[in-house]
């Protein structure tokens, strides 16, 4: 299983200078969303160093964000966690609020049919690799409802 920096390098790439994404907003580093106060505009150069603090910063948001998911479908899977977490790196935290039949699946512990519901979204139709990464996490889960309840969940390694 790759650490979720591996993955988000090979899904994302690294830039260090600043490019449209295809939404058309300014992007750097790997994946990261120029906010205004980066101060930063298309075409403006980053050093390594500022790319690797804007992915820690990122990626924790969205390891926390993965955390509460997980926990609210039950799921304590860590491999699956860091795939959760490229999910909402990617998509952002509120990803399940657009991708509802999916999430909703995933809180009934119906992963394969979740798995198959992620391939009718626009999101497949964008970037295919990420969701059949995500795809292929949901099926390695126990085909079964899990057991709801929190956790504390598993520590994930950025790299």
């Excluded at 479908?73 to 999916?102: C, E, M, P, S």
């Excluded at 798995?115 to 085909?143: G, H, I, M």
């Amino acid at each position: 299983m790759p650490t979720l920096h591996a993955l988000l390098k090979l899904r994302e790439g690294e830039e260090l200078e600043v490019y449209p994404d295809s939404l058309k907003k300014p992007t750097v580093g790997i994946g990261h969303l120029v906010v205004p106060a980066d101060k930063l505009e298309i075409g403006d150069k980053i050093t390594a160093a500022q790319s690797a603090a804007f992915f820690k910063k990122d990626a924790a948001k969205a390891i926390a964000a993965a955390k509460s998911q997980a926990a609210k479908a039950g799921i304590k899977d860590t491999k699956f966690i860091v795939y959760l977490t490229a999910v909402n790196f990617q998509l952002g935290k509120k990803w399940h609020r657009k991708q509802k039949k999916t999430w909703a699946l995933i809180l009934d512990g119906k992963y394969e049919a979740a798995a198959v519901e992620a391939a009718k979204s626009a999101w497949y139709k964008q970037t295919p690799k990420r969701v059949k990464d995500f795809q292929k996490a949901l099926r390695n889960l126990p085909q079964e409802a899990p057991a709801k309840g929190g956790n504390d969940g598993p520590s994930l390694r950025l790299a």
